[in-house]
C-alpha cells in the first residue's frame, strides 16, 4: 500500500506542477505577443526618424538614441495633418494633391483605389464591417460569422436576380485576410453580436465564445443604411 500510495503523491505531484505550468504559459504567452507587436510597431514607425536630417535625429541632439520618439512624432503628424484638413484651406490642398495624383498614370488608378477602400473602412460614415452576419459557408449546412459591406455596384447588378448584398468573410486567426461574396439577402443572418465582439471570436477560432442571448427568431439582414 506504501508503494501504492507514493505512485498516487507523485502523479499528483506531476499533474499539479503540468497545470502550473500550462497556467503560466496562458498567463505569459498573451503578454509576450502584445508586447513583441507593441515593439513592432513602435519599431516600424521609429523608423520615420530617417527622413529626418542627421542632425536633427534625436540621437545627435541628445546624444543617444530614444526608443519611441519616432512613434510619437508619427502621431502627432498624422494629428497634424487631420487638423489641417479639416479647414477649408487644407480641404482645397488636399483636393489639388489628390487630382494631380489621378493624373499621374500608374500612381493615379493605384492611389484611387487605394484612397476608395479607406475611406470605406476607416471613414466614421462608412457602411464596412459595422454588422456582423451569419452565412451558409462553405457547404449546406455549414455555417460563418461574416460581415456586412454593403451592397453590389456595377454591371454586377445587371447579372444578379433579386436583392443582393456584399459580404466580407474573414479567414481564422488572421481576419485580414479572406472572401468576398454577393449573396441573396433572404440567406444573410443579422447576428445579436458587435463587430468586436465576432472578430474576436473568429480570431480564436471559437474558443473565446460571446456570451449567450436570449434566442430570437432568425431572421435577413436589413438593408444597410
Same mark, same amino acid.
Do not use: C
Given at each position: 500500500?506504501?508503494?501504492?500510495?507514493?505512485?498516487?503523491?507523485?502523479?499528483?505531484?506531476?499533474?499539479?506542477?503540468?497545470?502550473?505550468?500550462?497556467t503560466g504559459l496562458l498567463v505569459l504567452v498573451p503578454? *509576450?505577443?502584445?508586447?513583441? =507587436? &507593441?515593439?513592432?510597431?513602435?519599431?516600424?514607425?521609429?523608423? %520615420?526618424?530617417?527622413? #529626418?536630417?542627421? /542632425?536633427?535625429?534625436?540621437?545627435?541632439?541628445?546624444?543617444?538614441?530614444?526608443?519611441?520618439?519616432?512613434?510619437?512624432?508619427?502621431?502627432?503628424f498624422i494629428f497634424v495633418v487631420g487638423l489641417f484638413?479639416?479647414?477649408?484651406?487644407?480641404?482645397?490642398?488636399?483636393?489639388?494633391?489628390?487630382?494631380?495624383?489621378?493624373?499621374?498614370?500608374?500612381?493615379?488608378?493605384?492611389?484611387?483605389?487605394?484612397?476608395?477602400?479607406s475611406d470605406t473602412l476607416l471613414s466614421s460614415s462608412?457602411? *464596412?464591417?459595422?454588422?456582423? =452576419? &451569419?452565412?451558409?459557408?462553405?457547404?449546406?449546412?455549414?455555417? %460563418?460569422?461574416?460581415? #456586412?459591406?454593403? /451592397?453590389?455596384?456595377?454591371?454586377?447588378?445587371?447579372?444578379?436576380?433579386?436583392?443582393?448584398?456584399?459580404?466580407?468573410?474573414?479567414?481564422?486567426?488572421?481576419?485580414?485576410?479572406?472572401?468576398?461574396?454577393?449573396?441573396?439577402?433572404?440567406?444573410?443572418?443579422?447576428?445579436?453580436?458587435?463587430?468586436?465582439?465576432?472578430?474576436?471570436?473568429?480570431?480564436?477560432?471559437?474558443?473565446?465564445?460571446?456570451?449567450?442571448?436570449?434566442?430570437?427568431?432568425?431572421?435577413?439582414?436589413?438593408?444597410?443604411?
Amino acid at each position: 500500500m506504501t508503494g501504492f500510495d507514493g505512485e498516487t503523491e507523485t502523479m499528483t505531484k506531476k499533474i499539479t506542477l503540468k497545470t502550473y505550468f500550462l497556467t503560466g504559459l496562458l498567463v505569459l504567452v498573451p503578454l *509576450a505577443i502584445t508586447l513583441w =507587436v &507593441l515593439g513592432l510597431i513602435i519599431g516600424t514607425m521609429d523608423e %520615420t526618424l530617417t527622413l #529626418l536630417p542627421q /542632425a536633427w535625429r534625436p540621437q545627435a541632439l541628445l546624444g543617444f538614441n530614444l526608443p519611441g520618439i519616432g512613434a510619437l512624432l508619427t502621431l502627432a503628424f498624422i494629428f497634424v495633418v487631420g487638423l489641417f484638413a479639416h479647414n477649408f484651406i487644407g480641404q482645397k490642398l488636399v483636393q489639388w494633391w489628390e487630382a494631380l495624383l489621378a493624373h499621374i498614370p500608374v500612381v493615379g488608378p493605384l492611389y484611387t483605389s487605394v484612397k476608395q477602400v479607406s475611406d470605406t473602412l476607416l471613414s466614421s460614415s462608412g457602411n *464596412a464591417f459595422r454588422r456582423a =452576419v &451569419l452565412i451558409e459557408y462553405p457547404r449546406r449546412d455549414s455555417y %460563418t460569422i461574416a460581415f #456586412l459591406t454593403g /451592397a453590389p455596384g456595377g454591371d454586377v447588378v445587371t447579372h444578379l436576380q433579386g436583392d443582393y448584398v456584399s459580404v466580407y468573410i474573414p479567414t481564422t486567426p488572421n481576419p485580414t485576410s479572406g472572401f468576398f461574396l454577393m449573396l441573396p439577402r433572404v440567406d444573410v443572418i443579422e447576428l445579436d453580436m458587435t463587430v468586436d465582439v465576432a472578430l474576436k471570436y473568429i480570431v480564436s477560432m471559437g474558443v473565446v465564445a460571446p456570451a449567450s442571448s436570449v434566442r430570437r427568431p432568425a431572421h435577413p439582414v436589413e438593408p444597410p443604411l
